[in-house]
């Protein structure tokens, strides 16, 4: 998907000649390259790229300690409003906000994709990815609004600007 000018302030429901892109990662052509910080990963079955950690076949992480990889794109202005869209792929065992240990915004504190701004460091968006809807660790699961069983604890730095989804509905 690559989204006009017009077709963005739509899906921000802003209208503003003002709009800078800041970053494009267009994995669907076949030109594209990742960021540097930033790894390719290929589907061989599906022919699909994209950017992410550095994984090998066990899905186990090769990045900075607690599994992140980041990337800073300089905005160089000052800006008022961020629009965005990000497409995510799960490998493996995802865990949602699963890790209790991990609350801060400078931690690994979500298995998916950040968006922070500033220095010090501020929260955006975040999107995280579950392990699966059936899975026993309900820890591991998306958070649901009016789950009586939810036991996944979303950070409070992150409030209710995230987005959390998984690609598996079976169980463990």
């Not at 300089?74 to 961020?82: G, K, L």
């Not at 995802?94 to 994709?113: E, H, K």
């Not at 998306?142 to 009586?148: I, L, T, V």
């Not at 950070?155 to 209710?160: A, H, L, Q, S, T």
Request: glycine share 10%.
């Amino acid at each position: 998907c690559s989204p006009t000018e017009e077709e963005e302030i739509t899906l921000c429901n802003i209208s503003s000649s003002e709009w800078r892109r800041v970053a494009y990662i267009n994995m669907t052509d076949p030109e594209a390259e990742c960021p540097r910080g930033l790894n390719e990963v290929s589907n061989s079955t599906t022919g699909q790229r994209a950017c992410g950690r550095s994984v090998d076949g066990a899905g186990y992480a090769h990045a900075a300690p607690g599994g992140c990889s980041s990337v800073t794109f300089p905005v160089n202005t000052t800006y008022s409003h961020v629009c965005g869209y990000a497409r995510g792929y799960q490998y493996y065992s995802m865990n949602a906000f699963g890790n209790p240990y991990l609350r801060t915004i400078n931690d690994a504190y979500v298995d998916g994709l950040s968006i922070t701004h500033g220095n010090p460091r501020k929260h955006l968006w975040t999107l995280a990815v579950g392990v699966s809807e059936l899975f026993s660790n309900l820890a591991l699961r998306c958070p649901r609004d009016g789950n009586p069983f939810n036991f996944t604890r979303v950070p409070d730095f992150v409030g209710n600007n995230f987005y959390c989804e998984t690609g598996s509905i079976g169980p463990d």
